[in-house]
């Protein structure tokens, strides 16, 4: 098992560009999470997803998009990318009867 | 709003010496997670702690909960080089309308010197 994939590892944008980050699990877990790592700032959740089709916003939803069209797959857009969106992005998974979620390897991007 | 604080946010220690990193959260909750982070890394679980009281133990690394007062500490004992990282705690509100999203600490930059 791969366990939680994310795709680019490393990404350089201009400003007003956009971009879209994936996620993929391969352990049928029901919850996935998208987060952004700031300096000094922890973990802050941008939308999850609970299921095939459905998401939430998190704490720090504007400028994202989300989709979840497949189980197994969590999309995160950035419509127009701002500097402020510069961070590490992490995805993260947990099944419904799991309590640990389960990170991915982190995508680090940076606007210019 | 769930607010979770870790102190400190920097220790930089000698090997051999022990300590603590102190994690507190504003609203009841019984469910708190460790993880340690190396640069450049994702996160890797700790510690899963899940009822007041708890208590785990692994290595050099002792992690306990304490719901009432709102805190959770990871004792280092006799720490060695290896153990330099960044340590975050995160707290899960439980209930059916949670879905396991998790509020975390700024995280503590842990420096461990000969």
């Known amino acids: 098992n791969a366990g939680v994939t994310q795709t680019p590892k490393f990404r350089v944008l201009k400003t007003g560009q956009s971009m879209t980050l994936l996620c993929a699990q391969d352990?049928?877990?029901?919850?996935m999470y998208w987060y952004r790592q700031d300096p000094g700032m922890g973990l802050r959740l941008i939308h999850y997803?609970?299921?095939?089709?459905?998401?939430a916003k998190g704490e720090v939803p504007d400028g994202y998009n989300v989709s979840r069209l497949k189980k197994q797959n969590f999309l995160l857009g950035l419509e127009s990318a701002a500097p402020s969106q510069t961070s590490v992005y992490f995805c993260?998974?947990?099944?419904?009867?799991?309590?640990?979620?389960?990170f991915g390897p982190g995508t680090r991007l940076t606007v210019l | 709003e769930l607010k979770v604080e870790q102190n400190p946010l920097f220790l930089s220690m000698q090997e051999g010496k022990n300590y603590t990193i102190y994690c507190n959260y504003s609203?009841?909750?019984?469910?708190l997670y460790w993880y340690r982070q190396d640069p450049g890394k994702s996160l890797e679980s700790l510690f899963v702690?899940?009822?007041?009281?708890a208590v785990k133990q692994e290595g050099r690394l002792m992690a306990s909960l304490d719901t009432k007062a709102r805190l959770s500490t990871l004792h280092i004992t006799a720490a060695v080089h290896d153990l330099s990282a960044t340590y975050f705690c995160?707290?899960?509100?439980?209930?059916?309308?949670?879905?396991?999203?998790?509020?975390f600490g700024q995280g503590t930059i842990l420096t461990v010197h000969p």
């Open positions: 993260a998974s947990k099944g419904v009867s799991y309590n640990e979620q389960f």
């Open positions: 352990m049928n877990h029901e919850y």
């Open positions: 997803s609970v299921g095939e089709g459905t998401t």
């Open positions: 609203t009841t909750s019984d469910r």
């Open positions: 702690l899940l009822s007041n009281g």
């Open positions: 995160a707290v899960d509100i439980p209930g059916g309308t949670s879905y396991g999203k998790l509020t």
